[in-house]
Structures are given as C-alpha cells and as structure tokens.
C-alpha cells in the first residue's frame, strides 16, 4: 500500500528502535504503550507481540511485570493523549493512519479486532 499523509512530509521509522525502548523501563509507561504500539504495528497499523504479551514488553529492568492494572491505566492514558486509538487494547495496541504508515511486506490482518485483509483509509 502506498504511503500517503495527504501532502504533509514524513520520513521512515526502525520499528525494531521503536521495540527496544517499548522495553527501556527508563521511559514513562505512557510512551513505551505508543513505542509498542508503533514497534509492532503490522500494515493496518494493529500490533502483533509476535507471542510476547505486553505485560513482558513492559517488564521493570528486574524482570518485574507491571499488573493488569498499571497496563491498562497506562492504556487509557495513551488514548487520552492520543498515542493509540481508542480501540487499542492489551492485547492489541492500534495506532492511527494519520501518524503511522507502513507498506511492502507484513501482514494486513488483526485477529484480536476482527480485521481482515481491506484497504485501510488514508486517515
Ligand atoms: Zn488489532
């Protein structure tokens, strides 16, 4: 699928960067949510943990993994910021066409939402 932000500039992202601070703990659970979210996001923008869940993802530097809780605060307060869509969950983050976009080789399907392979709207 082609990329296209309506005109407005963009550049490429290294998801597999986005991945690794999705697990730096030194970053507020908030933004390890979106960096998950962008790290993972297949084509239509839908995140597969590849059988991580997320909870591991967001592991303390001990190995620690927050609760249930914690994660879904952090969730909802991502939504709020609008770092995810409000669909987004703990077992699939979304994030919105406006901000991510991705092409060529990778998967067009979410089994967590039901989507199958479609054309996404540009935004
Ligand atoms: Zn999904």
Redesign the pocket.
């Known amino acids: 699928m082609a990329i296209n932000f309506n005109g407005a500039p963009w550049g490429g992202i290294n998801q597999a960067a986005q991945q690794r601070r999705a697990k730096d703990p030194r970053h507020p659970l908030v933004y390890r949510i979106e960096f998950a979210a962008i790290g993972w996001a297949n084509n239509?923008g839908?995140?597969r943990f590849d059988g991580l869940p997320l909870a591991q993802i967001l592991a303390d530097g001990k190995g620690n993994q927050p609760n249930r809780q914690s994660i879904d605060k952090a969730i909802r307060k991502a939504k709020e910021l609008g770092l995810i869509v409000p669909?987004?969950n703990a077992?699939?983050?979304?994030v919105s066409p406006r901000a991510f976009q991705r092409g060529g080789r990778g998967t067009y399907t979410?089994?967590?939402?039901g989507?199958s392979r479609g054309l996404r709207p540009a935004n």
């Open positions: 239509v839908h995140s669909e987004s077992r699939c983050l979304v979410c089994n967590v939402h989507v």
